[in-house]
C-alpha cells in the first residue's frame, strides 16, 4: 500500500470524518476489539524500518473503559499499522459501520482503513486527534464486484509520537 493509496482512503480524522447516523447497535464483527485479550487476532505490520517502531498494550483507555488500548509509537518517519482479516463474505449493497476510539501525541496521525477486495476506504490521517479519545466513524457500502473484506488496519503515520486505538468496531447495518 502507497501513502498515495492511504492519502485516497477516505475521510478526515479530526478534520471532517463522516459519523453515520445509525440507530440501533449491531454486532462487532471484529475480534478482540478493546484488546483485553492483548493482541491476539492482530498483527503488526511495518515495512520500512520496523526496528523504529513498537506495537504494545497500554493501560490508557477510552473513558469508562476498565481495560487497556493498543499503543503504537515511533521516532522515525514511517507509515504502520496493526490489520486483522475478518475473513467473511460480503455483498455488493451491503451497509457497514466502521469505528474506533483514538487518540495521539508528538506528530503522529491516525487512520482507520478497511480493505474491500483491491480497494481502500477509511478514515484518512490528516491531523493528529489529540490527547483525548475520540471516536472516529464511517459508514461503507459494499461496492459491486467486491465480495470479501480483506483487512481492517489501525495505522501510524509520523515522526515522533504515538498512537492509541481502543474499541474497534466493525458492524453490518440493517
Not at 526496528?51 to 490508557?60: I, P, Q, R, W
Not at 477510552?62 to 503504537?72: A, C, H, R
Request: aromatic share 10%; net charge neutral; charged share 20%.
Amino acid at each position: 500500500m502507497s501513502a498515495c493509496d492511504i492519502v485516497l482512503a477516505g475521510l478526515m480524522v479530526g478534520g471532517g470524518f463522516l459519523q453515520a447516523a445509525l440507530g440501533a447497535e449491531s454486532v462487532n464483527l471484529i475480534k478482540n476489539p478493546g484488546f483485553t485479550d492483548g493482541m491476539a487476532n492482530w498483527k503488526a505490520e511495518s515495512k520500512l524500518f520496523p526496528e523504529g517502531v513498537t506495537h504494545e498494550l497500554d493501560s490508557a483507555a477510552k473513558k469508562g473503559d476498565t481495560g487497556s488500548s493498543l499503543k503504537i509509537s515511533t521516532k522515525l518517519q514511517i507509515i504502520t499499522r496493526m490489520i486483522q482479516s475478518p475473513d467473511f463474505a460480503v455483498a455488493p449493497g451491503e451497509k457497514y459501520t466502521l469505528s474506533a476510539w483514538v487518540k495521539t501525541s508528538g506528530s503522529a496521525q491516525a487512520a482507520v482503513v478497511v480493505k474491500l477486495g483491491g480497494k481502500y476506504t477509511g478514515t484518512n490521517y490528516k491531523e493528529s486527534v489529540g490527547p483525548d479519545f475520540r471516536k472516529v466513524e464511517m459508514f461503507f457500502v459494499i461496492p459491486d464486484g467486491v465480495t470479501s473484506l480483506s483487512y481492517i488496519a489501525l495505522y501510524l503515520k509520523g515522526s515522533d509520537g504515538s498512537v492509541w486505538f481502543d474499541d474497534v468496531s466493525l458492524a453490518k447495518q440493517p
